[in-house]
């Protein structure tokens, strides 16, 4: 059968003249402008211009017709075939499948794919209940794709689910609706929506975010010392205990690449920010951005930035440190840590020797030699046995020392004055 832009062939057909309905049975196989396929059963509408195949439907779309880019989730910068790849066509399974012009704007085509809806476009799979993927009627150009109904989207070890994802031709957005949930490379996450940005590889998760990040993905020594930070030491003082995966709530996320580098990523999290490594550290702010190359699939963490009532307590082996301020800066290069205050910042260090703690404007941290500076507002740094005053204050824990310029000022405790010592034995 030749009709219109339907090439047509089958075993048997009936043509019924009244309703101008073309049925064909029997191995029916098609050409639908761009689209070619086969299944059971084969009805053409002449008059309506409507398509409808039923069951075992299988079909070959073109390139282009799962997005402009060959598929539904953002590629990985590591992708090395994608032209290959954009310029392949899909293969989809369903069990029904229809094709008619659009009621609303008859400029349009809707293909319709109904029940246990399977697509592989050589980028990635795409499994769903229902996909429906609207099209111009004049250059057949994709302009719309929606999925429905237990949708899995899976493209090398990326996988998101959901109950519907809307991709929009126009600007190369994938929004993910209905309880998505994402696993990108290490990093897994749920949200209320997910939109993924094709054009940029980027993607943002809003509202009610919850993600689960590798171990070392907002740095491997934030706050720790020098031994700490090189053997992880956990809170209960054993090196052999693995490193447990980082959890993180906040209101939103976004993940696109870094504008200054594009090597990097950055990780932004915003609103209501919860940190929290089992045993290690948990970290509170109102937003967090960690640069890095995360998009690559690796942690190797450059840069986290913390702001907005930061509070973030770090646990080792003996003890544990604790930063308070309205901004906090870790430099996975130099492993440095500025801690910044309006209202100034507090470090405090407790374990089994006692607890110090300081203040000031600005706090300076470097966790290999252990060296805590002071600095702006009067800092002060107050242990058991006094306290010093000067701007700046340094603290050298691993030498144990205190070093204070400027109009330094040093107060000790009379107890911590007094010696013990042995009485002489009288000489006889």
């Known amino acids: 059968i030749d009709s219109d832009q339907v090439h047509a062939s089958g075993d048997e057909a009936t043509y019924r003249q009244a309703t101008e309905v073309i049925e064909l049975t029997g191995n029916p196989a098609w050409r639908l402008r761009q689209y070619e396929g086969r299944a059971e059963e084969l009805v053409v509408n002449r008059r309506t211009r409507e398509f409808h195949a039923r069951r075992n439907v299988e079909m070959t779309l073109p390139p282009g017709s799962i997005g402009q880019r060959g ?49 592989n476009s050589g980028k990635g799979n795409l499994d769903c209940e229902l996909m429906t993927i609207m099209s ?63 054009k940029n590889k980027a993607y943002q998760a809003a509202r009610n975010v919850r993600m689960r990040l590798p171990p070392g993905a907002l740095g491997a020594s934030t706050l720790r010392s020098g031994s700490a930070a090189r053997t992880n030491v956990a809170a209960s003082g054993t090196s052999t205990d693995p490193p447990k995966s980082i959890e993180v709530a906040s209101d939103d996320f976004e993940l696109k ?25 948990n970290l509170a702010s109102e937003e967090l951005i960690v640069t890095g190359k995360m998009l690559l699939g690796t942690n190797q963490v450059e840069r986290v930035v913390a702001e907005g009532n930061v509070d973030l307590v770090v646990r080792e082996a003996g003890g544990e440190k604790r930063a308070q301020g309205d901004k906090g800066v870790y430099t996975a290069g130099n ?21 110090i703690e300081g203040s000031g404007s600005k706090a300076v941290y470097t966790g290999a030699p252990e060296v805590l500076e002071l600095s702006g507002n009067n800092p002060v740094l107050t242990a058991g046995a006094g306290k010093v005053w000067g701007d700046p204050v340094i603290w050298d824990r691993a030498n144990t020392t205190v070093k204070a310029t400027g109009n330094w000022k040093v107060r000790l405790n009379p107890e911590s004055l007094k ?8 000489k006889s």
């Open 136 to 198: 111009s009627a004049q250059s057949n150009r994709t302009e719309s794709v929606t999925a429905e109904r237990s949708v899995v989207m899976e493209q090398g070890d990326n996988r998101v689910t959901g109950e519907k994802a809307v991709y929009t031709a126009t600007n190369e957005l994938v929004e993910v609706t209905g309880s998505p949930a994402w696993k990108m490379s290490q990093r897994e996450g749920t949200a209320e929506v997910l939109a993924f940005d094709l």
């Open 257 to 281: 690449p870094d504008a200054a580098n594009t090597n990097l990523s950055l990780s932004t999290y915003r609103g209501h920010v919860r940190v929290s490594e089992p045993e290690r550290m």
């Open 419 to 426: 010696k013990k010592t042995t009485p002489a034995v009288p």
């Open 71 to 119: 598929f539904l989730l953002p590629e990985s910068s590591s992708e090395t075939n994608a032209a290959a790849a954009e310029g392949q066509p899909a293969q989809v399974r369903a069990g029904d499948f229809e094709f008619k012009p659009d009621v609303a704007d008859t400029n349009f085509n809707l293909a319709v794919f109904r029940d246990n809806v399977r697509v």
């Open 335 to 355: 492993g440095e840590v500025v801690l910044t205050g309006r209202n100034g910042v507090k470090f405090v260090v407790a374990d089994a020797e006692g607890v």
